[in-house]
């Protein structure tokens, strides 16, 4: 009977697990969604479409996009602008009681700065192969060696994420494709080389 009340015991608390987990992934796919929508954005002003949000008490507190190419400014990175908001806001370096939502996995000075900032979670969409740093070409959020590692989740919203860069690039390369074309009658014509981070 014990043995019986033990493992009913248990199966409550499973599912109390699952409901819980439910509940932090629909919350987690509202943000993502918030996310999505600066990375459009940076897509209709032809910024690579990457966009980001902070997240504090259940409230979101600072909301950016990529804003490199538009600022001339190579530090104009989603993750950058959203981390600057948000200590303005908190009034304080440390960002510890904050989530951060991304939609591509941080590059490696958003990764620096999100150590920097203290900042307990990170949640992204989308991997990022050439520039990662959770956990695909470096793991900087998480490496024992430093002194701050970082609660990753990642692929939440991932089709969408990835959709609306493949987008970015598909009609970055049609636009490559046609200035090739004007290259070839005018020398000074030239697709500038172009990369998410
Ligand atoms: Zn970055």
Redesign the pocket.
């Known amino acids: 009977m014990q043995q019986k009340n033990e493992s009913m015991t248990e199966q409550i608390e499973q599912t109390e697990q699952t409901e819980q987990q439910i509940e932090q992934n629909e919350q987690d796919i509202c943000y993502m969604r918030e996310a999505l929508a600066e990375a459009q954005k940076a897509l209709d002003m032809g910024e690579v479409p990457i966009g980001a949000v902070m997240v504090r008490a259940g409230a979101i507190i600072a909301r950016g996009h990529n804003m490199r190419n538009t600022a001339k400014n190579p530090l104009r990175?989603?993750?950058?602008d959203v981390i600057n908001a948000a200590a303005e806001i908190v009034g304080d370096w440390r960002l510890e009681d904050c989530v951060l939502y991304v939609t591509v996995e941080?590059?490696p000075?958003?990764a620096g700065a999100i150590v920097q900032a203290r900042i307990p979670k990170v949640v992204f969409g989308t991997r990022n192969s050439k520039?990662g740093c959770a956990g695909s070409v470096l793991d900087v959020l998480n490496e024992p060696k430093l002194n701050h590692q970082v609660d990753v989740v990642e692929g939440v919203l991932q089709p969408e994420c990835s959709e609306i860069m493949k987008r970015f690039f598909k009609r970055f390369r049609k636009n490559a494709a046609d200035t090739a074309c004007t290259a070839n009658t005018d020398n000074t014509a030239h697709a500038a080389p172009i990369s998410s981070?």
């Open positions: 990175h989603a993750e950058i941080p590059c000075m958003c520039a981070h």
